[in-house]
């Protein structure tokens, strides 16, 4: 429907035109805004699981197998940390066994025997993604790991993540030992409930006491710990996350952000590398928050589209029609055009027999054209030995005169012929090689 007929539809036309367009915009603003629909495509995801929820209304804006069970790593630790919160005083001291002490990296260093205040243990767990801080949690809320893995199962099914299972408070690999990407963001929307997990996910750094228990006065000494949430210095809102990483699976992430009054939860499991996690995260975060208007859509990826090319033959071989002409594709990158504008390439090859030209012209139904000339760089010949007997070459140019034979048996240096269109402007370069006298022997000469 064209606008015109809108407008007399509408009985706008004595209206102003801005007056009867901003009206229009905001009509169709208020019912996508309680359609909660976009005029832009979902991002691409290079994870195998993604989940983007509003935690306020329990909305799901973006998913991507969201139910398939995957190894969620190190964000095993979100639940962890809210049983921990739940049944631990965070003020009380949590000693260190040996067997928390040895657990396979990463670790915050603690040692057998050693003491922290569970508050400390917490920020080691979240920030520094410590297992060792993982098991003397467990143990002194749990009794041991596999009692603390049950508390954790009965957690979760509370908070409705039916279709995770937990052998371990660190993640570490195990079969049975799984999570999907939209239990997940309940279960970090229920641990960002407690303020103290709120306050220490946004936290970038930190320095925790741990105490040895040993000599008179009780030594003790601090461990610094650093947030592997790269968010947190990048992404604006940013309130804080969890990363996890195993060799299966992979890198996962989870993690909330706040912008204008909108909170937003992303989820990720099994990214197949850094680069493309955090990429991830943000092109959801910004397809989210452009549906409620506090962003710009996520860049489109540009895709390879085959060109045909066609090359100019030599005059020997070049056939009777230009439609008998030799025609090659070519993968040239292409930013995504709006829906409205129809582009038509146009490439034309000009090769030459030694060096070429290729002239790419673009253009589109405003008959606007727009020419990139890419030339090819000219190789330098290499250094050789000159003739005994001196050779001359006649060379003529634009702007040059003719130069005069200077040996009697010189040989015509060959010449390159490069045909250009005859519609276009036509330069011509000439390179003379210098004559050499008859009493020089053995010298170099350069192109």
């Known amino acids: 429907m064209s606008l015109p007929l809108l407008l007399n539809r509408l009985r706008l036309e004595r209206l102003p035109f801005w007056l009867a367009g901003m009206a229009l915009w905001m009509a169709t603003g208020a019912v996508l805004a309680q359609e909660g629909g976009s005029v832009f495509a979902a991002p691409a995801i ?11 209304t329990g909305e799901i804006l973006f998913a991507k197998e969201p139910r ?9 630790k979100v639940l962890t940390a809210l049983v921990a919160l739940e049944r631990l005083d965070l003020n009380a001291r949590v000693s260190v066994s040996p067997q928390a002490a040895s657990a396979p990296p990463s670790r915050i260093g603690l040692r057998a025997g050693e003491a922290a205040l569970a508050q400390d243990l917490l920020y080691g767990l979240m920030l520094k993604s410590g297992n060792d801080a993982a098991e003397t949690l467990a143990e002194a809320a749990g009794g041991s790991v596999p009692g603390f893995a049950e508390l954790m199962n009965a957690r979760a099914w509370q908070i409705g993540a039916r279709d995770s299972h937990f052998m371990n408070p660190h993640g570490l690999p195990n079969d049975d030992h799984y999570s999907t990407a939209y239990d997940l963001a309940l279960i970090f929307r229920q641990a960002m409930n407690h303020p103290l997990f ?14 040895s228990g040993q000599g008179l006065y009780g030594d003790w000494r601090m461990i610094p710990v650093v947030s592997h949430n790269r968010l947190l210095a990048s992404y604006e ?23 204008g009054g909108v909170r937003l939860i992303v989820a990720i499991l099994n990214s197949p590398n850094s680069g493309t996690l955090w990429e991830d995260a943000r092109n959801l975060l910004d397809y989210g928050f452009a549906r409620y208007g506090l962003a ?4 489109v990826r540009s895709e390879l589209e085959p060109v045909m090319v066609r090359r100019a033959l030599p005059p020997s071989v070049r056939p009777e029609s230009e439609s008998e002409s030799e025609l090659e594709p070519v993968m040239v990158r292409r930013a995504p055009a709006p829906p409205a504008a129809v582009q038509v390439a146009t490439v ?7 060096h070429g030209a290729r002239v790419v012209s673009v253009q589109s139904e405003t008959r606007r054209t727009t020419r990139v000339a890419v030339a090819k760089p000219v190789a330098k010949p290499k250094p050789t030995l000159a003739a005994k007997k001196p050779s001359a ?9 003719p130069a005069s034979a200077v040996a009697k048996n010189s040989k015509p240096a060959s010449a390159v012929a490069v045909k250009i269109d005859a519609k276009r402007p036509v330069t011509k370069v000439a390179r003379a090689e210098p004559a050499t006298s008859p009493k020089q022997k053995n010298s170099k000469r350069g192109g």
């Open 46 to 56: 290079a994870a195998r699981a993604a989940v983007l929820m509003n935690p306020t």
């Open 68 to 76: 398939l069970r995957l190894p969620p790593a190190s964000t095993t």
């Open 198 to 211: 709120a306050e220490i996910i946004r936290t970038r750094s930190a320095a925790l006491r741990v105490e």
């Open 237 to 259: 809102g940013a309130r804080g996350g969890k990363t996890g990483f195993t060799l299966k699976a992979r890198r996962c992430f989870v993690g909330e952000v706040d912008r």
């Open 296 to 299: 710009p859509p996520p860049p």
């Open 348 to 354: 034309r090859s000009v090769l030459g027999k030694s």
């Open 393 to 401: 070459v006649n060379v003529t140019a634009k702007n040059s005169k």
